[in-house]
């Protein structure tokens, strides 16, 4: 009787364990994969012959959809965003400082992922091409009034790694960590008076962030 027992607890056992194996996510994902993602950028600094234009670290968030070209390749377009404060620090007596002001960074980017494993746990490498769009916010310049300067479109390019983890056929993790080089400087100056103001920076030196993010992938 306690061998029938036991035998049906072993035979119950096994087909609990395929059962849970049978989630088969040794082949997970579809052909279109949905990723949002958060995070935080590391940005840093710009150096230019007038001074020097510090931005902060901050939070960064974005999304992403993927295209099945092969089983380990993909195609991929994605958008990533970070908000964040800006100020230049002049680098000579003629200029002088700007105060801190609002600087929103979007990368709209189109390019592709290759895997190097099949199964639940895929690494991969990221790269892609694209443009960032830069919006700084107002300039107070206390009686002088307010500055706006022009939003700005450069070229842009990506590189990075990852990992994706499917706890089941349809969902799972992914984490970036990704170089984003977008603008190249080669000066800046502000200047404030009774005439007006004015801040430029522009061709030369490159901007580069550090952008580290996780979040949850639904592949269809």
């Known amino acids: 009787m306690h061998s029938s027992i ?6 119950a056992l096994a087909g609990f364990a395929r059962s849970a194996s049978g989630q088969d ?15 935080y950028a590391v940005n840093g600094d710009v150096v230019a012959s007038g001074g020097t234009l510090r931005v902060d670290d901050a939070a960064s968030y974005g999304a992403s959809m993927g295209f099945a070209l092969q089983s380990r390749t993909k195609l991929e377009l994605s958008w990533i965003y970070s908000g964040t ?12 400082n700007s105060p801190a002001f609002n600087l929103a960074m979007h990368y709209f ?9 099949d199964g639940a746990f895929r690494p991969f490498l990221s790269g892609s091409l694209g443009a960032a769009l830069y919006l700084p916010g107002s300039v107070n310049l206390g009686s002088a009034g307010t500055f706006t300067p022009a939003a700005t479109w450069r070229f842009a390019f990506t590189l990075g790694v990852g ?11 992914r984490l970036d960590a990704r170089l984003l080089a977008p603008v ?25 962030q550090g952008c580290f993010t996780g979040g949850l992938v639904v592949s269809l």
């Open 6 to 11: 036991r035998v049906t607890l072993l035979l």
């Open 25 to 39: 996510v040794s082949t997970p994902g579809g052909a279109i994969d949905i990723a949002a993602f958060a995070g």
């Open 85 to 96: 404060q800006a100020q230049f620090l002049s680098g000579s007596p003629a200029y002088s």
């Open 109 to 117: 980017q189109a390019g592709g992922t290759v895997g190097f494993l």
């Open 163 to 173: 990992l994706e983890y499917f706890f089941s056929k349809v969902v799972g993790l």
């Open 184 to 208: 190249y400087f080669s000066s800046g100056s502000f200047y404030a008076g009774a005439g007006g103001s004015a801040l430029t920076v522009s061709g030369g030196v490159p901007f580069v």
